[in-house]
Protein backbone atom coordinates (compact mmCIF):
# COMPACT_ATOMS: atom_id res chain seq x y z
CA UNK A 1 0.00 0.00 0.00
CA UNK A 2 1.50 3.59 -0.48
CA UNK A 3 2.55 5.51 2.02
CA UNK A 4 2.10 9.53 1.83
CA UNK A 5 4.71 10.95 3.94
CA UNK A 6 5.39 14.64 4.54
CA UNK A 7 7.79 16.95 2.67
CA UNK A 8 7.60 20.27 4.70
CA UNK A 9 4.87 22.03 5.92
CA UNK A 10 4.71 25.70 7.39
CA UNK A 11 2.07 28.70 7.45
CA UNK A 12 2.21 31.77 6.09
CA UNK A 13 0.13 34.89 5.33
CA UNK A 14 -2.88 33.25 6.54
CA UNK A 15 -2.43 30.06 5.09
CA UNK A 16 -1.30 26.41 6.50
CA UNK A 17 0.74 24.63 3.83
CA UNK A 18 1.38 21.07 3.49
CA UNK A 19 3.84 19.38 0.90
CA UNK A 20 3.95 15.21 1.15
CA UNK A 21 5.15 12.43 -1.52
CA UNK A 22 3.20 9.39 -2.19
CA UNK A 23 4.88 6.64 -4.01
CA UNK A 24 2.82 5.09 -6.36
CA UNK A 25 5.74 2.70 -8.32
CA UNK A 26 9.47 2.79 -8.27
CA UNK A 27 10.61 6.35 -9.31
CA UNK A 28 7.21 7.45 -9.68
CA UNK A 29 4.85 9.72 -7.38
CA UNK A 30 2.71 12.09 -6.96
CA UNK A 31 3.56 15.18 -5.12
CA UNK A 32 0.53 17.02 -2.95
CA UNK A 33 0.27 20.64 -1.66
CA UNK A 34 -2.39 21.32 1.01
CA UNK A 35 -3.62 24.87 0.82
CA UNK A 36 -5.60 25.61 3.85
CA UNK A 37 -6.43 28.69 4.87
CA UNK A 38 -6.66 30.00 8.42
CA UNK A 39 -9.85 31.59 8.48
CA UNK A 40 -13.06 30.26 7.41
CA UNK A 41 -14.30 32.75 4.83
CA UNK A 42 -10.86 33.17 3.14
CA UNK A 43 -10.31 31.78 -0.20
CA UNK A 44 -7.64 30.63 -2.79
CA UNK A 45 -7.89 31.26 -6.36
CA UNK A 46 -7.66 28.47 -9.36
CA UNK A 47 -4.39 26.88 -10.40
CA UNK A 48 -5.51 27.56 -13.41
CA UNK A 49 -5.46 31.34 -13.26
CA UNK A 50 -2.62 33.48 -15.31
CA UNK A 51 0.54 34.18 -13.07
CA UNK A 52 0.35 37.85 -12.86
CA UNK A 53 -3.75 37.34 -12.68
CA UNK A 54 -6.17 38.80 -14.54
CA UNK A 55 -6.53 42.43 -15.54
CA UNK A 56 -3.65 42.20 -12.91
CA UNK A 57 -6.02 41.08 -10.33
CA UNK A 58 -5.26 37.98 -7.95
CA UNK A 59 -2.45 34.98 -7.91
CA UNK A 60 -2.94 31.56 -8.82
CA UNK A 61 -1.98 28.77 -6.66
CA UNK A 62 0.44 26.83 -7.66
CA UNK A 63 3.12 23.54 -7.10
CA UNK A 64 5.98 23.73 -9.14
CA UNK A 65 8.83 21.80 -9.70
CA UNK A 66 12.17 23.79 -10.34
CA UNK A 67 14.78 21.27 -9.25
CA UNK A 68 16.62 18.57 -10.03
CA UNK A 69 16.23 18.02 -13.75
CA UNK A 70 15.49 14.52 -13.07
CA UNK A 71 12.24 15.61 -11.31
CA UNK A 72 9.76 15.60 -13.40
CA UNK A 73 6.31 16.40 -13.75
CA UNK A 74 4.64 13.26 -15.04
CA UNK A 75 1.19 14.83 -15.83
CA UNK A 76 -1.38 18.05 -14.98
CA UNK A 77 -1.29 19.84 -11.94
CA UNK A 78 -4.83 18.48 -10.55
CA UNK A 79 -6.88 20.41 -7.66
CA UNK A 80 -9.14 18.47 -5.64
CA UNK A 81 -12.19 20.65 -5.64
CA UNK A 82 -13.73 22.52 -8.91
CA UNK A 83 -13.02 26.15 -9.06
CA UNK A 84 -15.80 28.35 -9.32
CA UNK A 85 -16.23 32.09 -10.84
CA UNK A 86 -16.20 35.18 -8.25
CA UNK A 87 -16.79 38.27 -10.09
CA UNK A 88 -15.15 41.53 -9.27
CA UNK A 89 -17.74 44.15 -10.45
CA UNK A 90 -15.46 46.71 -10.37
CA UNK A 91 -13.75 45.57 -13.53
CA UNK A 92 -16.66 43.13 -14.48
CA UNK A 93 -14.37 40.74 -14.28
CA UNK A 94 -14.85 37.33 -13.46
CA UNK A 95 -11.95 35.40 -11.32
CA UNK A 96 -11.80 31.35 -10.96
CA UNK A 97 -12.11 30.48 -7.01
CA UNK A 98 -12.09 27.70 -5.18
CA UNK A 99 -14.86 27.45 -2.36
CA UNK A 100 -13.73 29.58 0.79
CA UNK A 101 -11.47 26.54 2.35
CA UNK A 102 -8.89 24.20 1.52
CA UNK A 103 -7.84 22.57 -1.53
CA UNK A 104 -5.01 20.19 -3.01
CA UNK A 105 -3.17 20.49 -5.87
CA UNK A 106 -1.44 16.77 -6.67
CA UNK A 107 0.90 17.06 -9.30
CA UNK A 108 2.33 13.22 -10.80
CA UNK A 109 5.60 13.30 -10.74
CA UNK A 110 8.98 10.98 -11.64
CA UNK A 111 12.02 11.11 -9.54
CA UNK A 112 14.14 9.87 -12.21
CA UNK A 113 15.91 6.78 -10.48
CA UNK A 114 14.30 4.86 -7.27
CA UNK A 115 16.86 6.66 -4.62
CA UNK A 116 16.69 9.49 -2.26
CA UNK A 117 16.07 13.02 -4.08
CA UNK A 118 16.80 16.12 -3.12
CA UNK A 119 14.92 18.65 -4.59
CA UNK A 120 13.29 22.48 -4.87
CA UNK A 121 9.50 23.37 -5.28
CA UNK A 122 7.69 26.68 -5.61
CA UNK A 123 4.30 27.52 -4.56
CA UNK A 124 2.19 30.40 -4.65
CA UNK A 125 -0.78 31.27 -3.38
CA UNK A 126 -3.13 34.12 -2.07
CA UNK A 127 -5.63 33.72 0.16
CA UNK A 128 -8.86 36.77 0.08
CA UNK A 129 -12.24 36.75 1.24
CA UNK A 130 -14.57 39.42 -0.09
CA UNK A 131 -13.48 41.92 2.05
CA UNK A 132 -9.53 41.67 2.41
CA UNK A 133 -6.92 40.05 1.00
CA UNK A 134 -3.78 38.79 2.54
CA UNK A 135 -0.28 38.78 1.49
CA UNK A 136 0.33 37.07 -1.62
CA UNK A 137 3.07 34.06 -1.71
CA UNK A 138 5.10 33.90 -5.21
CA UNK A 139 7.60 31.70 -5.62
CA UNK A 140 8.51 30.48 -2.62
CA UNK A 141 11.13 27.68 -2.87
CA UNK A 142 10.88 24.76 -0.38
CA UNK A 143 13.39 22.23 -0.42
CA UNK A 144 12.56 18.61 0.11
CA UNK A 145 13.81 15.29 0.10
CA UNK A 146 12.29 12.91 -1.29
CA UNK A 147 12.67 9.11 -0.27
CA UNK A 148 13.37 6.35 -2.15
CA UNK A 149 10.54 3.75 -1.83
CA UNK A 150 7.77 4.21 0.98
CA UNK A 151 5.85 1.65 1.45
CA UNK A 152 3.61 0.46 4.42
CA UNK B 1 -24.25 86.17 -26.41
CA UNK B 2 -21.31 88.58 -26.27
CA UNK B 3 -18.12 87.85 -25.69
CA UNK B 4 -18.52 90.06 -22.52
CA UNK B 5 -20.90 88.43 -20.82
CA UNK B 6 -19.06 84.88 -21.66
CA UNK B 7 -16.19 86.92 -19.61
CA UNK B 8 -18.84 87.85 -16.70
CA UNK B 9 -20.35 83.96 -16.48
CA UNK B 10 -17.23 82.27 -18.00
CA UNK B 11 -16.38 80.72 -14.09
CA UNK B 12 -18.96 78.25 -13.79
CA UNK B 13 -18.31 76.69 -16.91
CA UNK B 14 -14.11 77.36 -16.10
CA UNK B 15 -15.30 75.46 -12.73
CA UNK B 16 -17.37 72.54 -13.66
CA UNK B 17 -14.82 71.60 -16.10
CA UNK B 18 -12.42 71.87 -12.80
CA UNK B 19 -14.51 70.14 -10.85
CA UNK B 20 -14.68 67.29 -13.62
CA UNK B 21 -10.93 67.28 -13.57
CA UNK B 22 -11.24 66.43 -9.79
CA UNK B 23 -13.29 63.68 -10.16
CA UNK B 24 -11.46 62.42 -12.36
CA UNK B 25 -9.13 60.97 -10.11
CA UNK B 26 -11.50 58.51 -9.30
CA UNK B 27 -12.01 56.89 -12.18
CA UNK B 28 -11.49 53.66 -12.89
CA UNK B 29 -7.33 53.07 -14.41
CA UNK B 30 -7.43 49.77 -15.86
CA UNK B 31 -4.07 49.50 -13.51
CA UNK B 32 -5.73 50.31 -10.74
CA UNK B 33 -5.47 53.07 -8.54
CA UNK B 34 -2.23 52.09 -6.44
CA UNK B 35 1.21 53.54 -8.23
CA UNK B 36 4.13 51.67 -7.27
CA UNK B 37 5.90 54.80 -8.69
CA UNK B 38 4.41 57.35 -6.75
CA UNK B 39 5.86 59.15 -3.37
CA UNK B 40 3.90 58.16 -0.86
CA UNK B 41 5.30 60.87 1.95
CA UNK B 42 5.07 63.43 -0.70
CA UNK B 43 1.72 62.63 -1.62
CA UNK B 44 0.54 62.60 2.09
CA UNK B 45 2.46 65.55 3.25
CA UNK B 46 0.44 67.48 0.03
CA UNK B 47 -2.99 65.70 0.78
CA UNK B 48 -2.45 67.73 4.54
CA UNK B 49 -1.29 70.72 3.53
CA UNK B 50 -4.87 70.98 1.29
CA UNK B 51 -6.68 69.26 3.89
CA UNK B 52 -5.15 71.95 6.26
CA UNK B 53 -6.03 75.25 3.71
CA UNK B 54 -9.47 73.94 3.02
CA UNK B 55 -10.71 71.98 6.22
CA UNK B 56 -10.85 68.21 4.90
CA UNK B 57 -9.75 65.21 6.38
CA UNK B 58 -6.98 62.97 4.65
CA UNK B 59 -8.52 59.02 3.53
CA UNK B 60 -5.27 56.84 3.56
CA UNK B 61 -6.31 53.95 1.68
CA UNK B 62 -3.17 51.11 1.58
CA UNK B 63 -3.67 48.56 -0.66
CA UNK B 64 -2.50 47.09 -4.00
CA UNK B 65 -3.62 46.56 -7.50
CA UNK B 66 -3.78 42.80 -7.18
CA UNK B 67 -6.08 42.80 -4.85
CA UNK B 68 -9.76 42.27 -5.78
CA UNK B 69 -11.06 43.44 -2.63
CA UNK B 70 -8.83 47.22 -2.78
CA UNK B 71 -10.12 47.14 -6.33
CA UNK B 72 -14.00 46.81 -5.24
CA UNK B 73 -13.30 49.69 -2.86
CA UNK B 74 -12.33 51.78 -5.09
CA UNK B 75 -14.85 51.33 -7.35
CA UNK B 76 -17.36 52.20 -4.21
CA UNK B 77 -15.01 55.06 -4.19
CA UNK B 78 -15.83 56.27 -7.88
CA UNK B 79 -19.58 56.24 -6.97
CA UNK B 80 -20.93 59.45 -7.85
CA UNK B 81 -22.52 60.29 -4.32
CA UNK B 82 -19.25 59.01 -2.50
CA UNK B 83 -17.07 60.65 -4.92
CA UNK B 84 -18.83 63.85 -4.40
CA UNK B 85 -19.24 63.35 -0.15
CA UNK B 86 -14.99 62.42 -0.52
CA UNK B 87 -13.91 65.23 -2.90
CA UNK B 88 -15.87 68.05 -0.27
CA UNK B 89 -14.46 66.44 3.03
CA UNK B 90 -11.44 64.10 2.16
CA UNK B 91 -8.59 64.12 0.66
CA UNK B 92 -8.06 60.45 -0.91
CA UNK B 93 -4.42 59.18 -1.04
CA UNK B 94 -3.92 55.42 -2.29
CA UNK B 95 -0.81 54.03 -1.07
CA UNK B 96 0.77 51.74 -3.13
CA UNK B 97 2.07 48.29 -0.63
CA UNK B 98 3.26 45.90 -3.51
CA UNK B 99 4.19 42.63 -1.90
CA UNK B 100 3.56 44.04 1.76
CA UNK B 101 7.03 45.09 0.61
CA UNK B 102 6.91 48.46 -0.57
CA UNK B 103 6.27 51.66 1.34
CA UNK B 104 6.74 49.81 4.92
CA UNK B 105 7.87 52.98 6.48
CA UNK B 106 4.45 54.94 5.99
CA UNK B 107 2.99 51.79 6.96
CA UNK B 108 4.55 51.09 10.16
CA UNK B 109 4.24 55.72 10.70
CA UNK B 110 0.63 54.96 10.74
CA UNK B 111 0.60 51.78 13.47
CA UNK B 112 0.42 49.04 10.47
CA UNK B 113 -3.26 49.12 9.06
CA UNK B 114 -2.14 46.26 6.75
CA UNK B 115 -0.91 43.82 9.32
CA UNK B 116 -4.49 41.89 9.02
CA UNK B 117 -4.38 42.31 5.10
CA UNK B 118 -5.98 45.02 2.52
CA UNK B 119 -7.65 47.50 1.63
CA UNK B 120 -6.70 48.92 5.14
CA UNK B 121 -7.81 52.75 5.69
CA UNK B 122 -6.39 55.49 7.86
CA UNK B 123 -8.23 58.67 8.62
CA UNK B 124 -6.31 61.71 8.94
CA UNK B 125 -6.81 64.73 10.55
CA UNK B 126 -5.80 68.19 8.50
CA UNK B 127 -2.66 68.19 11.28
CA UNK B 128 -1.99 64.69 10.04
CA UNK B 129 -3.28 62.84 13.70
CA UNK B 130 -4.89 59.46 12.81
CA UNK B 131 -8.06 59.66 13.98
CA UNK B 132 -9.10 55.80 13.19
CA UNK B 133 -7.24 52.62 11.99
CA UNK B 134 -9.55 50.40 9.77
CA UNK B 135 -7.65 46.78 9.38
CA UNK B 136 -8.61 43.48 8.16
CA UNK B 137 -10.73 45.18 5.63
CA UNK B 138 -13.25 46.38 7.62
CA UNK B 139 -13.61 48.34 5.09
CA UNK B 140 -14.68 46.31 2.64
CA UNK B 141 -18.24 45.23 4.01
CA UNK B 142 -19.08 49.22 2.75
CA UNK B 143 -17.72 48.34 -0.57
CA UNK B 144 -20.70 46.47 -1.42
CA UNK B 145 -22.86 49.34 -0.86
CA UNK B 146 -22.38 53.68 -1.15
CA UNK B 147 -24.48 54.15 1.61
CA UNK B 148 -22.47 52.05 3.87
CA UNK B 149 -19.67 53.92 3.01
CA UNK B 150 -20.93 56.68 3.14
CA UNK B 151 -22.34 56.62 6.87
CA UNK B 152 -18.44 55.31 7.34
CA UNK B 153 -17.30 58.41 5.95
CA UNK B 154 -19.69 60.79 7.36
CA UNK B 155 -19.45 59.93 10.80
CA UNK B 156 -15.93 61.17 11.11
CA UNK B 157 -17.12 63.99 8.96
CA UNK B 158 -20.12 64.68 11.71
CA UNK B 159 -19.05 63.44 14.93
CA UNK B 160 -15.61 65.83 14.40
CA UNK B 161 -15.03 69.03 15.11
CA UNK B 162 -12.67 70.83 13.31
CA UNK B 163 -10.83 71.29 16.86
CA UNK B 164 -7.59 72.47 15.93
CA UNK B 165 -8.30 74.88 13.23
CA UNK B 166 -8.64 78.12 14.74
CA UNK B 167 -11.68 80.35 13.23
CA UNK B 168 -10.79 83.59 11.83
CA UNK B 169 -11.11 86.94 13.58
CA UNK B 170 -15.10 87.29 12.80
CA UNK B 171 -14.64 90.82 11.90
CA UNK B 172 -16.16 94.06 12.74
CA UNK B 173 -19.86 93.88 14.69
CA UNK B 174 -23.01 95.02 12.22
CA UNK B 175 -23.53 98.66 12.41
CA UNK B 176 -27.49 98.92 13.56
CA UNK B 177 -28.11 101.92 12.14
CA UNK B 178 -27.16 100.87 8.83
CA UNK B 179 -29.98 97.78 9.14
CA UNK B 180 -32.53 99.63 7.57
CA UNK B 181 -34.58 98.73 4.42
CA UNK B 182 -33.02 100.09 1.56
CA UNK B 183 -32.48 99.04 -2.58
CA UNK B 184 -30.11 100.09 -4.83
CA UNK B 185 -29.57 99.10 -8.42
CA UNK B 186 -25.85 98.32 -9.21
CA UNK B 187 -25.35 98.38 -13.35
CA UNK B 188 -22.45 96.11 -14.72
CA UNK B 189 -20.12 96.61 -17.25
CA UNK B 190 -17.53 94.41 -18.82
CA UNK B 191 -14.79 95.35 -20.76
CA UNK B 192 -16.62 98.88 -21.42
CA UNK B 193 -19.58 97.03 -22.29
CA UNK B 194 -22.85 97.49 -20.70
CA UNK B 195 -24.16 93.77 -19.08
CA UNK B 196 -27.53 94.19 -17.18
CA UNK B 197 -28.43 95.17 -13.64
CA UNK B 198 -28.38 94.12 -9.98
CA UNK B 199 -30.43 94.53 -7.32
CA UNK B 200 -29.08 94.09 -3.92
CA UNK B 201 -32.24 94.73 -1.50
CA UNK B 202 -32.35 94.51 2.19
CA UNK B 203 -35.84 94.18 3.77
CA UNK B 204 -36.31 94.82 7.46
CA UNK B 205 -39.79 94.42 8.97
CA UNK B 206 -40.30 94.14 12.67
CA UNK B 207 -37.24 91.36 13.63
CA UNK B 208 -37.09 90.14 10.90
CA UNK B 209 -34.59 90.97 8.28
CA UNK B 210 -34.15 89.14 4.60
CA UNK B 211 -32.50 90.35 1.57
CA UNK B 212 -33.37 89.60 -2.38
CA UNK B 213 -30.30 89.91 -5.06
CA UNK B 214 -32.12 90.49 -8.71
CA UNK B 215 -29.38 89.86 -11.76
CA UNK B 216 -31.14 91.02 -15.23
CA UNK B 217 -28.96 90.98 -18.02
CA UNK B 218 -29.73 92.08 -21.41
CA UNK B 219 -33.53 92.21 -20.53
CA UNK B 220 -33.45 88.99 -19.25
CA UNK B 221 -33.85 88.02 -15.08
CA UNK B 222 -30.55 85.48 -14.73
CA UNK B 223 -30.72 84.98 -11.00
CA UNK B 224 -32.88 85.67 -8.39
CA UNK B 225 -31.19 85.20 -4.51
CA UNK B 226 -33.32 85.39 -1.29
CA UNK B 227 -31.81 84.83 1.73
CA UNK B 228 -32.71 85.56 5.63
CA UNK B 229 -30.59 86.90 8.13
CA UNK B 230 -29.88 87.14 11.21
CA UNK B 231 -30.96 89.90 12.67
CA UNK B 232 -28.33 91.23 14.57
CA UNK B 233 -25.55 89.80 12.73
CA UNK B 234 -26.82 89.64 9.40
CA UNK B 235 -25.18 86.59 9.03
CA UNK B 236 -26.96 84.06 6.22
CA UNK B 237 -29.74 81.42 8.03
CA UNK B 238 -31.18 80.26 4.97
CA UNK B 239 -30.28 80.73 1.27
CA UNK B 240 -32.12 80.35 -2.20
CA UNK B 241 -30.32 80.62 -5.19
CA UNK B 242 -32.40 80.44 -8.97
CA UNK B 243 -30.18 80.76 -11.64
CA UNK B 244 -30.63 79.19 -15.48
CA UNK B 245 -27.79 76.82 -14.19
CA UNK B 246 -28.60 75.72 -10.85
CA UNK B 247 -31.16 76.26 -7.85
CA UNK B 248 -29.37 76.13 -4.03
CA UNK B 249 -30.76 76.00 -1.29
CA UNK B 250 -28.47 75.95 1.60
CA UNK B 251 -29.20 76.51 5.68
CA UNK B 252 -26.50 78.18 7.87
CA UNK B 253 -26.79 76.67 11.35
CA UNK B 254 -24.74 75.36 14.62
CA UNK B 255 -22.01 76.02 12.52
CA UNK B 256 -22.38 74.23 9.71
CA UNK B 257 -23.85 74.85 6.18
CA UNK B 258 -26.39 72.11 4.79
CA UNK B 259 -28.39 72.04 1.87
CA UNK B 260 -28.23 71.19 -1.86
CA UNK B 261 -27.35 72.47 -4.93
CA UNK B 262 -29.27 70.90 -7.91
CA UNK B 263 -28.09 71.41 -11.88
CA UNK B 264 -30.56 70.28 -14.12
CA UNK B 265 -28.95 68.49 -17.51
CA UNK B 266 -30.60 68.27 -21.16
CA UNK B 267 -31.44 64.95 -20.47
CA UNK B 268 -32.26 62.85 -17.38
CA UNK B 269 -32.57 63.62 -13.82
CA UNK B 270 -30.50 66.40 -12.91
CA UNK B 271 -27.42 66.29 -10.79
CA UNK B 272 -27.43 66.97 -7.36
CA UNK B 273 -25.02 67.80 -5.04
CA UNK B 274 -25.91 67.91 -1.49
CA UNK B 275 -23.95 70.28 1.48
CA UNK B 276 -23.22 69.27 4.78
CA UNK B 277 -19.90 70.60 6.27
CA UNK B 278 -18.45 72.95 8.92
CA UNK B 279 -18.41 76.15 8.51
CA UNK B 280 -16.11 79.43 10.53
CA UNK B 281 -18.04 80.99 12.92
CA UNK B 282 -19.17 84.65 11.15
CA UNK B 283 -19.58 82.40 7.45
CA UNK B 284 -21.47 85.07 5.22
CA UNK B 285 -22.63 83.32 2.25
CA UNK B 286 -20.96 84.64 -0.95
CA UNK B 287 -24.12 85.63 -2.61
CA UNK B 288 -24.44 88.03 0.42
CA UNK B 289 -21.76 90.22 0.03
CA UNK B 290 -23.09 93.05 -1.25
CA UNK B 291 -25.43 93.06 1.43
CA UNK B 292 -23.37 92.90 4.64
CA UNK B 293 -20.07 94.44 3.91
CA UNK B 294 -21.67 97.63 3.53
CA UNK B 295 -23.35 97.46 7.00
CA UNK B 296 -20.78 96.67 8.87
CA UNK B 297 -19.46 98.81 11.29
CA UNK B 298 -16.27 100.04 9.24
CA UNK B 299 -13.74 102.63 10.88
CA UNK B 300 -11.16 104.20 8.14
CA UNK B 301 -7.72 101.76 8.65
CA UNK B 302 -8.71 98.53 9.58
CA UNK B 303 -8.25 95.44 8.18
CA UNK B 304 -10.19 92.22 9.03
CA UNK B 305 -10.96 88.90 7.84
CA UNK B 306 -14.00 87.41 7.30
CA UNK B 307 -15.19 83.71 6.00
CA UNK B 308 -16.96 83.75 3.02
CA UNK B 309 -18.90 80.07 1.92
CA UNK B 310 -18.91 79.43 -2.06
CA UNK B 311 -21.29 76.38 -3.08
CA UNK B 312 -19.58 76.41 -6.09
CA UNK B 313 -16.54 75.14 -4.89
CA UNK B 314 -18.17 73.76 -1.41
CA UNK B 315 -15.35 76.00 0.01
CA UNK B 316 -14.94 78.32 2.96
CA UNK B 317 -12.77 80.94 1.70
CA UNK B 318 -10.75 83.52 4.38
CA UNK B 319 -11.27 86.81 2.85
CA UNK B 320 -9.66 90.18 3.78
CA UNK B 321 -11.03 93.31 3.81
CA UNK B 322 -9.27 96.68 4.10
CA UNK B 323 -10.40 100.04 4.49
CA UNK B 324 -9.24 102.47 3.74
CA UNK B 325 -9.37 106.48 4.62
CA UNK B 326 -12.42 108.84 3.64
CA UNK B 327 -12.18 110.98 0.86
CA UNK B 328 -14.02 111.80 -2.26
CA UNK B 329 -14.82 110.11 -5.32
CA UNK B 330 -16.01 111.32 -8.88
CA UNK B 331 -18.35 108.62 -10.39
CA UNK B 332 -20.73 108.51 -13.18
CA UNK B 333 -23.31 108.55 -10.06
CA UNK B 334 -21.91 111.78 -8.63
CA UNK B 335 -19.83 113.06 -6.73
CA UNK B 336 -19.54 111.46 -3.12
CA UNK B 337 -17.54 110.92 0.27
CA UNK B 338 -16.50 107.60 0.34
CA UNK B 339 -14.38 104.85 1.59
CA UNK B 340 -12.03 102.49 -0.55
CA UNK B 341 -12.04 99.24 0.29
CA UNK B 342 -9.67 96.47 -0.97
CA UNK B 343 -10.78 92.92 -0.42
CA UNK B 344 -8.68 90.05 -1.31
CA UNK B 345 -9.04 85.81 -1.65
CA UNK B 346 -8.14 82.96 -2.84
CA UNK B 347 -11.16 83.13 -5.16
CA UNK B 348 -12.36 83.25 -8.59
CA UNK B 349 -13.55 87.26 -8.02
CA UNK B 350 -10.91 88.15 -6.23
CA UNK B 351 -9.34 90.84 -5.76
CA UNK B 352 -11.83 93.38 -5.54
CA UNK B 353 -11.80 97.27 -5.16
CA UNK B 354 -15.15 98.83 -3.65
CA UNK B 355 -16.19 102.38 -2.86
CA UNK B 356 -19.15 102.69 -0.19
CA UNK B 357 -20.72 105.97 0.41
CA UNK B 358 -19.48 107.34 3.64
CA UNK B 359 -23.22 108.77 4.54
CA UNK B 360 -25.88 106.87 6.08
CA UNK B 361 -27.17 104.38 4.16
CA UNK B 362 -24.41 103.21 3.18
CA UNK B 363 -24.38 102.74 -0.17
CA UNK B 364 -21.94 100.36 -3.39
CA UNK B 365 -20.82 103.05 -5.48
CA UNK B 366 -18.40 101.11 -7.40
CA UNK B 367 -16.91 97.76 -7.71
CA UNK B 368 -14.15 96.68 -9.68
CA UNK B 369 -13.58 93.10 -10.11
CA UNK B 370 -10.76 91.16 -12.20
CA UNK B 371 -11.50 90.76 -15.77
CA UNK B 372 -12.41 94.54 -16.27
CA UNK B 373 -16.15 94.02 -14.39
CA UNK B 374 -16.72 97.17 -13.14
CA UNK B 375 -20.20 97.36 -11.14
CA UNK B 376 -21.20 100.92 -10.94
CA UNK B 377 -24.44 102.63 -9.15
CA UNK B 378 -26.92 103.58 -11.48
CA UNK B 379 -27.74 107.32 -11.33
Redesign the interface.
Known sequence: MPARVSLASFEENGVAVGIFFESVAPGKGRLDGTFTPLEAELHLYSKDLPKHGIRGLGRPTLLEIISPPSLKSRGALVASRPATERFVAALGAKLPVYPDGAVTLSLPVSTGRNGPVTGELSVTYMACSDRVCLAPVVDERISVKIPATVTQ | MHAQMKLLFAWPLALSIGLAACYANFA?D???PYDPRSDANAKIEAALADARAHRKFVLLDFG?????????L??AFAAAEVRTYLKMHFNLVHIDIG??DRNGAVTREYGFPTS????AEVVLTAEGKPMTIER??????A??SAPLLLAWLSSWVEQTPHAESTAPDPGPMVDAGQVRSAAETLAVRVAGESLGTFIPQLVVRNDSVFSTLTGVLHGSTVQRVVTIHDARSLRPREVWDSTNAEQVHLIYTAGRVRGAQVRPRREGPPDTLLVNQFTDAGTIDRRNFMIVIPRLALTPGMSFTMPEFDSWTMRTYPVHLTVGQRAPVTLPAGSFDAYRLDITGDMWDMPQTWYLSAETPRRILRMEWPRGTVWDLAR
Do not use: D, K, T, V
Not at chain 2, 64 to 72: F, G, K, M
Not at chain 2, 116 to 119: L, N
Not at chain 2, 136 to 141: I, S
Open positions: QPRGANWCPACREQSNFAGIPAGAMGHSA
